[in-house]
């Protein structure tokens, strides 16, 4: 049997359908599409500081054994026609700047209410290079750093992993995932939970709707400090520690598989002690949520 005549007609009355809404509707964004890929090449800035900011789309980082910095980027442009999304992909640009030992690179997109462009960023540079990223309404990702790394991402993801240096990463509205980092690390966000793995050196997290989980390898001289407003929070430490531990919960429940020394008063929303000879400091706080400390 063949279905090929109305699989057919089908077609024509989406066309016909699809058709009729251009004509009733001009400027509406179609699916009419263009794209392109470019990759440049930069020399590293004198004071090994790289800056970028990504106002819509992916951007990756990624350290490597290498001397100079490659940038990727893969423009796509949809607009109510091929030629306006042609038009539109020309637009986007890498605006780039090389001044005061720091090279900055800056994604410009046109905005319009009835075309839409974005740009993912794939960008390979040296290991050991300071890397400031700044995004909108895409995810961020960063490896095989060897430097201070600062991120920050409205409306996308940020995620981090094989950084041996300071951390500062805070998302709106997304998740923060952070994982085989040594060094001190800042993680905020907002309507987004925080996960922390194989992390070794003190941890500052904090988001005001979400779950934060750590596992941690070592502590660092600044101890550790989560806090949540609405969400649990899961601590996982080394085997051998020596901490001042103090957990506070406003609403939940208290979870601790660790013996603690010198115990303070216990009450159904707080529980501190001693592991080990103490010293370093281990808070955790939650208004609304569980607490476990494994």
């Known amino acids: 049997m063949s279905w090929g005549k109305p699989k057919d007609r089908d077609d024509e009355a989406k066309g016909g359908f699809k058709g009729l809404l251009r004509s009733i509707l001009p400027g509406i964004p179609w699916a009419e599409r263009a794209e392109s890929k470019d990759t440049r090449t930069f020399d590293p800035p004198s004071g090994m500081v790289f800056r970028v900011h990504n106002s819509n789309g992916l951007t990756r980082i990624s350290g490597e054994d290498r001397d100079d910095i490659e940038v990727m980027m893969h423009k796509t442009a949809r607009a109510e026609s091929p030629e306006a999304a042609e038009a539109l992909l020309q637009e986007i640009r890498l605006a780039v700047d090389d001044q005061g030992g720091r090279l900055s690179l800056d994604v410009e997109i046109p905005r319009r209410w009835n075309r839409r462009g974005t740009a993912n960023l794939c960008v390979k540079l040296p290991r050991h290079m300071e890397v400031w990223v700044a995004a909108a309404n895409g995810r961020i990702d960063i490896e095989g750093i060897r430097g201070l790394v600062r991120a920050r991402s ?3 993801s940020a995620k981090v992993s094989d950084i041996v240096g300071d951390v500062e990463v805070a998302t709106t509205n997304a998740k923060v995932s952070c994982s085989c980092t040594f060094g001190k690390l800042l993680a905020r966000s907002s309507n987004g939970k925080i996960e922390i793995e194989e992390h070794s050196g003190s941890v500052d997290a904090s988001t005001s709707n ?22 649990r929070i899961v601590l996982d430490l080394p085997d051998e520690v020596d901490a001042d531990i103090d957990i506070r919960v406003d609403n939940g429940v208290i979870r601790n598989d660790r013996e603690l020394c010198q115990k303070g008063r216990e009450t159904n929303g707080r529980v501190a002690g001693r592991l080990g000879a103490g010293g370093k400091s281990i808070k955790l706080r939650t208004s609304n949520g569980s607490v476990s400390l494994h």
Not at 211 to 229: E, F, H, K, Y
């Open 154 to 156: 409205t409306n996308g």
């Open 210 to 231: 979400g779950l934060i989980r750590a596992s941690l390898d070592a502590l660092g001289d600044d101890g550790v400090l989560l806090c949540t407003s609405n969400g």
